[in-house]
């Protein structure tokens, strides 16, 4: 079981950036589909972005489509969210999380493994 741990989140203000990174444990970080989520406070957590285990294939919410960019260098075992023009809407913590499959999912239950999640604030 790949083990996952975020590091990049922080308080920023509106129209800002921030690069969010995943790091994995374990040799099989390749055969797993990596994906990005959110949880706002008193919501329920969604999906933000996903990447295919070679990276061809991204996946994004409406919400974040054009402002956020999901990328993986698997040499390193890691994938990263670069966050730009940041809105206080997209406030929350933010999870990593691996799918051992190579298909995207968007849900929540298509993910087996999580980190323990990071705190992006952004103030208007």
């Known amino acids: 079981q790949v083990q996952l741990v975020e590091s990049g989140g922080g308080l920023v203000q509106a129209g800002d950036s921030l690069r969010l990174s995943c790091a994995a444990s374990?040799?099989?970080?390749?055969?797993?589909?990596m994906g990005w989520f959110r949880q706002a406070p008193g919501k329920e957590r969604e999906f933000v972005a996903a990447?295919?285990?070679?990276?061809?294939?991204?996946r994004y919410a409406d919400s974040v489509k054009g402002r956020f960019t999901i990328s993986r260098d698997n040499a390193k075992n890691t994938v990263y969210l670069q966050m730009n023009s940041l809105k206080p809407e997209d406030t929350g913590v933010y999870y990593c999380a691996a799918r051992n499959s190579q298909w995207v999912s968007f849900e929540v239950k298509g993910y087996d493994a999580w980190g323990q999640g990071t705190q992006v604030t952004v103030s208007s």
């Open positions: 374990g040799r099989t970080f390749v055969f797993y589909t």
């Open positions: 990447i295919g285990r070679s990276a061809g294939i991204t």
